[in-house]
């Protein structure tokens, strides 16, 4: 228990930290650091706020979600996920009542961790999580055609369809200096994803269109003109002023964040474990990211939570203990004050332009589309969370998608109480004899759904070695959703990743249907029709891995 509530950083320490680890962890904070600087002024921009408050959060939350998280590689800051609930916030309750529902966020996310409330968040099913963050990335992309286009509008709606309707309003006052700034911002960015995928690709279009902008003296916004107070400075902390009924305003937004914070900070971290093969501590991990919060709302931040793409950056870059993240940090810091005047010579037409890429990555159209391919009632859950999203309210898109998840998973089990009968008596207690040398056999039972896919990710920790063949037997699996393809889908990975080869078996029709339509998503995996069948695939893979080369 102990153990579960201790940072990864003081377990990584008392394992010794040595020269070549912070040479790594140090070139790894660095990169991570290029990468956030953009992306933390166009989600501060993007939030209702200005880019200063995304680098203050991408500062203080970075360094505390790195120093007291569960995590050994997580990188935490501003994400696209807040967007739409941060500037509803700031629309109704002013920066004020942001500042404080952050901290409210916060103390809830460390009593969460406390109460183990981090297991808890596996039974968020995948189409709902698809769902909403496809949502939020649309309405992310939403909001910057009129820094993308440079129009002239007075006001635009906060409601989806009237923004867009304020769009086709003002098309005509369109600036073409502005949409050519975007569009080069654009284009720049998507080479480099395809041609120098290493480079950072952000900074080198925000610095390419604030040289052009200026040197043509074009007439386009920039960061400057828009915010010509900006602070290039860390602020003093301080305790925002509150009254009771100003907690209570803000009680349901802090709630939102914290729920929105622990999904977010716990499915980057799972992403981090696939990749990294390590095991993050779910309660840890939100306490951290609760003092984080905190700490962010003191200095006027943002909300912060785990960021996905840049864990994932810093994993590619070599970090390898939760002092990359504290890098990263500090990395930022000195170019906030080093290089916080120039960030008023970027153009806003560019910034949209590198938020527009962030929406494209936060939809996972492959995921979508795939779940679009899934029964009738994962599609239903999918279309309704991702609807209620853009249309009406985040906080009630997830409370619908959680209940409608839950009536449609009673009535799957109803429907499949009767299928498997008499054939759970028969367990097969010699399925373990005779196995050949390198290859392992799990059979799995019951319905892989969104409530217990998440433990398939333990099953190759549990064996203790590695094999080169892992038969899964299917034949008491009498369903699955999307959830428990997209773990199972894991499970290959991780086991390929390991130098493990996956084999199903005895897979039942409803089952072997769902896992086509989930293609090209779910691959990796041959299907082989009996046991004993692939036990004799299984034996000759591995004979013919190490017969000696004659």
């Known amino acids: 228990m102990k153990e579960a509530f201790t940072p990864a950083l003081l377990s990584s320490l008392r394992n010794g930290y040595s020269l070549s680890q912070f040479r790594d962890d140090a070139i790894a904070g660095l990169t991570v650091a290029i990468v956030a600087l953009p992306l933390a002024m166009a989600l501060g921009i993007a939030s209702g706020a200005s880019p200063d408050k995304g680098l203050v959060t991408a500062i203080v939350a970075g360094f505390l979600i790195s120093a007291l998280g569960g995590s050994r590689v997580q990188i935490g800051g501003p994400t696209g996920a807040f967007v739409v609930v941060i500037s509803g916030i700031i629309a109704q309750h002013g920066y004020s009542g942001l500042v404080l529902a952050t901290a409210m966020a916060g103390v809830i996310l460390i009593i969460a961790g406390y109460a183990g409330v981090g297991r808890l968040m596996k039974y968020i099913p995948t189409p709902v999580v698809i769902g909403f963050t496809t949502g939020i990335a649309v309405i992310i992309a939403s909001s910057q055609i009129a820094d993308f286009l440079g129009l002239k509008t007075e006001h635009v709606p906060a409601e989806f369809f009237g923004k867009w309707a304020a769009y086709i309003n003002a098309i005509g006052t369109t600036n073409i200096a502005a949409m050519a700034i975007g569009l080069g911002a654009l284009a720049i960015i998507l080479i480099l994803k395809k041609v120098a995928p290493r480079w950072p690709g952000y900074l080198i279009a925000l610095t390419a269109a604030a040289v052009a902008a200026l040197a043509l003296k074009l007439p386009v916004e920039t960061v400057g003109l828009r915010f010509p107070d900006m602070p290039t400075a860390l602020p003093a902390p301080h305790i925002p002023a509150f009254t009771w009924q100003m907690l209570v305003d803000v009680s349901g937004p802090a709630f939102t964040i914290a729920f929105l914070a622990g999904i977010e900070a716990l499915l980057s971290a799972t992403v981090a474990d696939g990749m990294t093969g390590q095991r993050h ?47 990263h940090a500090f990395f930022l810091l000195l170019m906030l004050l080093i290089a916080g005047p120039l960030i008023a010579y970027i153009p806003m037409a560019a910034l949209a332009a590198v938020l527009l890429i962030v929406a494209w990555g936060m939809s996972e159209i492959d995921r979508f589309h795939a779940l679009l391919r899934q029964n009738a009632g994962e599609r239903l859950l999918l279309l309704l969370t991702f609807g209620l999203t853009v249309v009406v309210d985040l906080t009630v898109a997830i409370g619908v998608g959680v209940t409608l998840a839950s009536l449609l998973f009673m009535a799957r089990m109803s429907e499949s109480a009767g299928i498997i009968g008499d054939e759970v008596q028969e367990e097969d207690l010699t399925q373990r004899a005779d196995l050949p040398e390198g290859v392992e056999v799990f059979r799995l039972a019951g319905p892989l759904f969104f409530g217990v896919a998440g433990e398939m990710l333990d099953a190759l920790t549990r064996i203790g070695r590695t094999p080169k063949v892992v038969i899964l037997r299917l034949s008491r699996v009498p369903y699955i959703d999307s959830s428990g393809i997209s773990a199972l889908s894991s499970f290959v990975k991780q086991a390929e990743k390991a130098g493990a080869r996956t084999l199903l078996c005895e897979v039942r029709p409803a089952v072997a249907s769902e896992l086509a339509r989930a293609r090209p998503v779910f691959a990796g995996a041959d299907h082989v029709g009996s046991f004993h069948a692939a036990l004799e695939q299984a034996a000759t893979e591995v004979a013919t891995e190490t017969a000696p080369i004659q």
């Open 281 to 327: 501590r779910p309660g840890q991990e939100l306490v951290g990211q609760g003092a984080a919060n905190i700490a962010s709302a003191l200095f006027g931040g943002l909300p912060a939570t785990g960021a996905i793409a840049r864990t994932a950056t810093n994993i590619r870059a070599g970090g390898k203990t939760p002092m990359s993240g504290i890098f």
